[in-house]
Every structure is written in structure tokens, then in C-alpha cells.
């Protein structure tokens, strides 16, 4: 859904069993899942992290921090159930401006109508999403999921990194301008509510598990933590590490380049997909990574992407995705891997609200 992970990532995802939350039986089946795999190789959410973020490490004071703490460890899913919201009136209506949930179901169905039918707009949002918050790691003072993409102007997306993000950006600025009069929606959570919107309408991807009330930041980000689509998968993983993500996880995100077309990795090829069904969040990116040539003239294939693939410590869970029955294992994996992305930085999670009713149903 952009120019790839990485140029789209750079350059060039503890409740008790007597209650019921959304995804519990999806939840049920990772666990089973986990429980009965061999190894992070079986291509299941095993290998997956369980760290903690933000205020979550010395606190988990709150019933949403108790729900986020609980996606992020793995015991509850970051794949949504099928449970949709209804705005209870018209946009500024008393009735609208009563209820969080309203505005926000008015944005979402902005962003599904542009974005329908896995659009080029919806492939820079899911980038978008990965470049606000991947600026943060372990031993960054500040940056991650918090608008600054936007809301720094050029300082941030004039980096080379974010090349062709300009377009996107000014459209959800346009979002966060328009509904801003009506219970001022924060950029951070536009950005990744856009991210999963534009996920979820793309044929085949996972309704992630979406929350609200980040705290917006104009600073640019912290350079140089976003990678390269040539690096090693050694740098990829210590990378993805210092960001809290396993090396499972890396794999799981790098998935995202099914719906992508590369512009700037190769201009000669500029436009070319990285698998071969562009318009489908599936799993065939993961099939001919392996066997198409990085020289091939229909499909562009990473250098990163291929030394990920054929690397001893993450081949194994690329080939469980690759194989028979991936595309739901991969699925899993990449909303919990997208959940962790979307709330990097954050520092705020015990305040959030959930927001996940009003995203489209899978397509």
C-alpha cells in the first residue's frame, strides 16, 4: 500500500475471561496458535513482542491501558471483530457532538471513500502511518506516532525518506482542517486511523484495533531511524529491535509491500509493483520475493527484502507466510506488529479511547 515498507517505511500493529472485548475469539485462536507451534518459523505470532510502551511501563492504571497493555503483550488480538458504529446524527448535531465515536465515524467514511478500491492515495496513507510513527526508538527523547510528519511542515517531510509523501499529507491535513471545529480530532490519530482505514479496504486486509487521543507534536521527528531498502537484514533487525519489534514482527510488516508500487528505489522502474497483484493485501509479495530476480522488469524486489527472505533467523516465518495458509497467519501477525507501530512514541495510552467501531468492515 506505498512505495513499499521500506521507501515506505523509508526511503526510497490484562482483561479477565469473564468479560468480552472486540476480537476475543480471533484472541482465542492466536493463542491456540501460539501455543501450538513449533517455533517463530510455523509463521504464526509466535516471536511476536510482548514489550510495553509508553506510560504502560510503569503504570497500567486505566481499563483502555488494561485492553492496549493486553494487545501489545498478546493477550488480546489486534485483529477487530465485525462490530460497527452508527453515527446517532448529522455532523455538529447536538446529538453527534454528545458522542466521541461521532466524528470520527465521519472521518473514517471520508477516508474509506478516497481511498476505495486500494487506491495510490491509500498506499501513501499506510506509508504515512509508518513514517510519523517509526521515527521513534528506545533511546529517543521524543517523535513517533504524534502528527509531527504533518504538523512540522517541511522539516519533516522534506527528508529524503518521505519523498511523495507531500501529496497525502496535505490531503489529511485537509481532514484535520475540515473536522477540526468538531471535537478537534488530533493529527497523530487522523494519520494512523487513515493507516488502518486504508488497510482494511484494500481486498484482504485485517481490521486493526484503532485508538484515539495521542498528543500531537510539531517537532520533527529524530532522524535516522527509518531504514534503507538496501540494507542487511542484520542492521534491518538491530533497526526493528531498538523500535521494540522482533525479528517475526519485521517480517510480518514487511508485508505491507503486497499492495505496493515502488517510485523512487529504482526510477527507471518507477510504478512497478512489488508482487504481482498490487491491488489485493495478500500473500503473494511474500512468494516472489523468493523467486523473482531483484533485475526483473515487472515486479521490484528490495535488496533488503530479499536478504530478509533468505536470512537463517527470519527465512523460517517468511516461508510460513509464503506457504499454505498464510494469509491468515500473516494477517494476525501484521495487525499486532501495525498495532505496536501505530502506538511507538506514545506516551499517553492509559487516556486513549477506542475508535475501532467506526472502520470499515473488511472487504
Given at each position: 500500500?506505498?512505495?513499499s515498507?521500506?521507501?515506505?517505511?523509508?526511503?526510497c500493529?490484562?482483561?479477565?475471561?469473564?468479560?468480552a472485548?472486540?476480537?476475543?475469539?480471533?484472541?482465542?485462536a492466536?493463542?491456540?496458535?501460539?501455543?501450538?507451534?513449533?517455533?517463530?518459523?510455523?509463521g504464526?505470532?509466535?516471536?511476536?513482542s510482548?514489550?510495553?510502551?509508553?506510560?504502560?511501563?510503569?503504570?497500567?492504571?486505566?481499563?483502555?491501558g488494561?485492553?492496549?497493555?493486553?494487545?501489545?503483550k498478546?493477550?488480546?488480538?489486534?485483529?477487530?471483530?465485525?462490530?460497527?458504529?452508527?453515527?446517532?446524527?448529522?455532523?455538529?448535531?447536538?446529538?453527534?457532538n454528545?458522542?466521541?465515536?461521532?466524528?470520527?465515524?465521519y472521518?473514517?467514511?471520508?477516508?474509506?471513500?478516497s481511498?476505495?478500491?486500494?487506491?495510490?492515495l491509500?498506499?501513501a496513507?499506510?506509508?504515512?502511518g509508518?513514517?510519523?510513527?517509526?521515527?521513534?526508538?528506545?533511546?529517543?527523547?521524543?517523535?513517533?506516532?504524534?502528527?509531527?510528519?504533518?504538523?512540522?511542515?517541511?522539516?519533516?517531510?522534506?527528508?529524503?525518506?518521505?519523498?511523495?509523501?507531500?501529496?497525502?499529507?496535505?490531503f489529511?491535513?485537509?481532514?484535520?482542517?475540515?473536522?477540526s471545529?468538531?471535537?478537534?480530532?488530533?493529527?497523530?490519530?487522523?494519520?494512523?486511523?487513515?493507516?488502518?482505514?486504508?488497510?482494511?479496504?484494500c481486498?484482504?486486509?485485517?481490521?486493526?484495533?484503532?485508538?484515539?487521543?495521542?498528543?500531537?507534536?510539531?517537532?520533527?521527528?529524530?532522524?535516522?531511524?527509518?531504514?534503507?531498502?538496501?540494507?542487511?537484514?542484520?542492521?534491518?533487525?538491530?533497526l526493528?529491535q531498538?523500535?521494540?519489534?522482533?525479528?517475526s514482527?519485521?517480517?510480518?510488516?514487511?508485508?505491507?509491500?503486497?499492495t505496493?508500487r515502488?517510485?523512487f528505489?529504482?526510477?527507471?522502474?518507477?510504478g512497478?509493483?512489488?508482487?504481482?497483484?498490487?491491488?489485493?493485501?495478500?500473500?503473494?509479495?511474500?512468494?516472489?520475493?523468493?523467486?523473482v530476480?531483484?533485475?526483473?522488469?515487472?515486479?521490484?524486489?528490495?535488496?533488503?527484502?530479499?536478504?530478509?527472505?533468505?536470512?537463517?533467523?527470519?527465512?523460517?516465518?517468511?516461508?510460513?507466510?509464503?506457504?499454505?495458509?498464510?494469509?491468515?497467519r500473516?494477517?494476525?501477525?501484521?495487525?499486532?506488529?501495525?498495532?505496536?507501530?501505530?502506538?511507538?512514541?506514545?506516551?499517553?495510552?492509559?487516556?486513549?479511547?477506542?475508535?475501532?467501531?467506526?472502520?470499515?468492515?473488511?472487504r
Amino acid at each position: 500500500m506505498k512505495p513499499s515498507l521500506v521507501v515506505t517505511l523509508a526511503l526510497c500493529h490484562v482483561p479477565s475471561s469473564t468479560l468480552a472485548y472486540p476480537g476475543m475469539a480471533e484472541t482465542l485462536a492466536d493463542i491456540q496458535a501460539r501455543t501450538q507451534a513449533g517455533g517463530s518459523g510455523s509463521g504464526t505470532l509466535e516471536g511476536r513482542s510482548t514489550d510495553l510502551l509508553g506510560d504502560l511501563l510503569s503504570s497500567v492504571a486505566t481499563a483502555i491501558g488494561t485492553t492496549i497493555a493486553g494487545i501489545l503483550k498478546g493477550t488480546a488480538s489486534a485483529v477487530a471483530d465485525a462490530v460497527t458504529y452508527k453515527a446517532p446524527g448529522a455532523l455538529g448535531s447536538d446529538a453527534c457532538n454528545k458522542d466521541k465515536l461521532c466524528v470520527w465515524k465521519y472521518i473514517s467514511d471520508d477516508l474509506a471513500s478516497s481511498f476505495n478500491g486500494c487506491s495510490d492515495l491509500a498506499r501513501a496513507a499506510i506509508r504515512l502511518g509508518f513514517h510519523d510513527a517509526a521515527t521513534w526508538d528506545k533511546s529517543s527523547p521524543y517523535g513517533g506516532a504524534d502528527g509531527s510528519i504533518v504538523l512540522s511542515g517541511n522539516a519533516e517531510l522534506g527528508r529524503l525518506e518521505n519523498r511523495g509523501l507531500s501529496p497525502v499529507a496535505a490531503f489529511e491535513k485537509s481532514i484535520y482542517d475540515k473536522y477540526s471545529p468538531y471535537g478537534k480530532p488530533g493529527m497523530a490519530d487522523i494519520i494512523q486511523l487513515a493507516a488502518n482505514v486504508a488497510t482494511v479496504v484494500c481486498p484482504g486486509g485485517p481490521r486493526i484495533r484503532t485508538f484515539a487521543g495521542r498528543k500531537d507534536d510539531s517537532r520533527a521527528g529524530p532522524t535516522g531511524k527509518l531504514p534503507s531498502p538496501v540494507q542487511s537484514a542484520e542492521a534491518l533487525i538491530a533497526l526493528f529491535q531498538a523500535k521494540t519489534f522482533t525479528a517475526s514482527d519485521l517480517v510480518a510488516l514487511l508485508g505491507a509491500h503486497s499492495t505496493s508500487r515502488q517510485q523512487f528505489f529504482d526510477p527507471s522502474r518507477a510504478g512497478l509493483p512489488q508482487d504481482s497483484t498490487p491491488q489485493t493485501w495478500d500473500t503473494r509479495y511474500y512468494q516472489e520475493t523468493l523467486s523473482v530476480p531483484l533485475d526483473s522488469r515487472s515486479i521490484v524486489v528490495f535488496p533488503s527484502d530479499k536478504n530478509i527472505a533468505t536470512y537463517q533467523e527470519t527465512k523460517g516465518t517468511w516461508n510460513g507466510f509464503a506457504g499454505v495458509g498464510g494469509q491468515g497467519r500473516w494477517a494476525r501477525a501484521y495487525a499486532s506488529a501495525y498495532f505496536r507501530m501505530s502506538m511507538l512514541g506514545v506516551t499517553n495510552m492509559n487516556n486513549l479511547y477506542d475508535i475501532t467501531r467506526v472502520l470499515p468492515l473488511p472487504r
